[in-house]
């Protein structure tokens, strides 16, 4: 990842990648637009708020984020993933005029088959979409929308996380894509606050099988501490423990074999770290490539094929954490 800049022109993150597109490994780059910012800010896991412009950054600032997102991407590049410090698709934060322009830009390298776009999905509307479908189509790119919908569970999304939408929200705005041709992935987080580790297993599973009627990709996200946010302060309170990277190899595993021809992604971010998901600490860094290399060929025995003295700690935890934490 490049390094984090604070001026309006350059954007907070920029990274090339490898990502699935129609079961193929294509290359990447993803870009986190700088941009004023969640209009929400309320999530108890999101670091996002550090990321975001003190003062709106203008159309051209926007526009130089862009070309220095596609300075840094390779001739080959096919899939072109688009953050903001909140929603692509909130005017507050992206002009439907600039969004227009950055989609054009975008789709005229020639060489970008496939954008996504995250969003929360109070922003999905058929007008919205149609708009940008009327400029992508030109140039036969596709668009996918990315939302956070963290869990199909609305007391857990909620209580633990303060999203501020239901799971039926998310439904109406997947469905009114997927009505004019724009497929959608979900982000699902793994082990918010103030849930067991076995609890938050059960949640991930429950929420996969939910949400796969809505979603042709389903990215596991694996909670980490983030700088200034609720996780933060109950992690310094020891109060918090991010997720066993062994759940996430669990749930996979499991929801590939439920769900053979849905795409499950994970990318366990800051995993190793204290304040990232973890293991042992030995078996880290090979555990962690197995989710990518799973994420990359959706091959499950990859899954299997990781082991460690640990696995046997982690059975415990979820054996008897319950029996020491109040879990909902
Ligand atoms: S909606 Fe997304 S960007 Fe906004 S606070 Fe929540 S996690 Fe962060
Ligand atoms: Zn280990």
Same mark, same amino acid.
């Given at each position: 990842?490049?390094?984090?800049?604070?001026?309006?022109?350059?954007?907070?993150?920029?990274?090339?990648?490898?990502?699935?597109?129609?079961?193929?490994?294509?290359?990447?780059?993803?870009?986190?637009?700088?941009?004023?910012?969640?209009?929400?800010?309320?999530?108890?896991?999101?670091?996002?708020?550090?990321?975001?412009?003190?003062?709106?950054?203008?159309?051209?600032?926007?526009?130089?984020?862009?070309?220095?997102?596609?300075?840094?991407?390779?001739?080959?590049?096919?899939?072109?993933?688009?953050?903001?410090?909140?929603?692509?698709?909130?005017?507050?934060?992206?002009?439907?005029?600039?969004?227009?322009?950055?989609?054009?830009?975008?789709?005229?390298?020639?060489?970008?088959?496939?954008?996504?776009?995250?969003?929360?999905?109070?922003? =999905?509307?058929?007008? %919205?979409?149609? *708009?940008?479908?009327?400029? /992508?189509?030109?140039? #036969? +790119?596709?668009?996918?929308?990315?939302?956070?919908?963290?869990?199909?569970?609305?007391?857990?999304?909620?209580?633990?996380?303060?999203?501020?939408?239901?799971?039926?929200?998310?439904?109406?705005?997947?469905?009114?894509?997927?009505?004019?041709?724009?497929?959608?992935?979900?982000?699902?987080?793994?082990?918010?606050?103030?849930?067991?580790?076995?609890?938050?297993?059960?949640?991930?599973?429950?929420? =996969?099988?939910?949400? %796969?009627?809505? *979603?042709?990709?389903?990215? /596991?996200?694996?909670? #980490? +501490?983030?700088?200034?946010?609720?996780?933060?302060?109950?992690?310094?309170?020891?109060?918090?423990?991010?997720?066993?990277?062994?759940?996430?190899?669990?749930?996979?595993?499991?929801?590939?074999?439920?769900?053979?021809?849905?795409?499950?992604?994970?990318?366990?971010?800051?995993?190793?770290?204290?304040?990232?998901?973890?293991?042992?600490?030995?078996?880290?860094?090979?555990?962690?490539?197995?989710?990518?290399?799973?994420?990359?060929?959706?091959?499950?025995?990859?899954?299997?094929?990781?082991?460690?003295?640990?696995?046997?700690?982690?059975?415990?935890?979820?054996?008897?954490?319950?029996?020491?934490?109040?879990?909902?």
């Amino acid at each position: 990842m490049t390094k984090r800049h604070q001026s309006n022109d350059i954007p907070a993150a920029v990274w090339p990648g490898q990502d699935l597109l129609n079961g193929k490994p294509v290359r990447s780059l993803t870009i986190i637009f700088r941009t004023i910012g969640c209009y929400w800010t309320g999530c108890t896991m999101c670091g996002f708020y550090n990321e975001s412009a003190i003062t709106p950054p203008t159309r051209d600032d926007l526009l130089s984020q862009l070309e220095y997102a596609i300075g840094r991407m390779g001739d080959q590049t096919n899939l072109f993933k688009i953050f903001t410090s909140g929603s692509f698709f909130d005017n507050r934060e992206i002009s439907l005029s600039t969004r227009n322009l950055i989609l054009e830009r975008i789709a005229s390298t020639g060489t970008i088959k496939k954008i996504v776009a995250e969003t929360r999905p109070e922003f =999905i509307n058929k007008d %919205t979409l149609s *708009s940008a479908l009327g400029i /992508l189509e030109k140039y #036969n +790119v596709k668009l996918e929308i990315a939302m956070g919908l963290e869990t199909s569970n609305d007391v857990i999304r909620d209580e633990c996380i303060n999203k501020g939408f239901i799971f039926t929200d998310f439904i109406k705005a997947s469905v009114i894509a997927s009505e004019i041709g724009v497929s959608t992935k979900a982000y699902l987080l793994l082990k918010p606050p103030l849930l067991s580790e076995k609890t938050a297993i059960n949640d991930m599973l429950a929420s =996969i099988i939910d949400t %796969t009627p809505y *979603s042709s990709t389903i990215s /596991l996200n694996l909670c #980490n +501490v983030q700088r200034a946010t609720t996780v933060e302060r109950l992690f310094n309170k020891k109060d918090y423990r991010p997720p066993w990277l062994w759940s996430a190899v669990f749930i996979l595993s499991q929801a590939k074999q439920m769900f053979p021809e849905v795409t499950f992604m994970s990318d366990p971010v800051g995993a190793g770290a204290k304040r990232g998901p973890h293991n042992c600490r030995k078996c880290d860094k090979i555990v962690a490539q197995s989710l990518r290399d799973f994420s990359i060929t959706q091959d499950r025995s990859i899954l299997s094929s990781v082991d460690c003295d640990c696995y046997y700690l982690w059975e415990k935890v979820i054996e008897l954490e319950d029996f020491v934490y109040v879990p909902y």
